[in-house]
């Protein structure tokens, strides 16, 4: 028997609602759930964040070595100039990271409360043979 139906990234911050908004625009989610501490969403893909409401967060201070990174999301993309483009829309901004893995590759970004998440190009796989 399954014991966990569902897994949901949860990330603090101080305005849940505000921060919802963006990802959900982001990801053309839905919310599936609402309290006053806590607001959920569903990507088309079955991806599952909620943020919760903590007066008191901080944003991490990626990629500045002072802080250790402790998570972060990335999000596969079709074209990382447009997604760029949606996420400073949506109030996100680009990070710049110092030696990033590839120019054109991937993109450092965080949401309006300073979250840290990748702009990742996808790629097509092909299938296994042999």
């Known amino acids: ?50 943020f919760r409401r903590d007066v008191n967060a901080t944003p991490p201070s990626w990629p500045r070595p002072e802080n250790s990174l402790q998570a972060h999301l990335d999000f596969l993309v079709e074209d990382l100039d447009e997604a760029e483009r949606k996420v400073v829309a949506l109030g996100g901004r680009p990070l710049e990271a110092k030696d990033a893995a590839g120019p054109y590759e ?11 998440f990748t702009l990742r190009l996808r790629r097509d796989t092909a299938p296994k043979q042999g």
């Open 1 to 50: 028997m399954t014991v966990v139906v569902a897994s949901v990234v949860v990330l603090d911050c101080a305005e849940p609602e505000k921060l919802a908004v963006f990802y959900r625009e982001l990801l053309d989610a839905e919310e599936v759930d609402a309290t006053a501490n806590r607001v959920e969403i569903r990507a088309v893909d079955g991806v599952r964040l909620a």
């Open 106 to 116: 991937e993109r450092g970004c965080c949401d309006p409360a300073g979250h840290s």
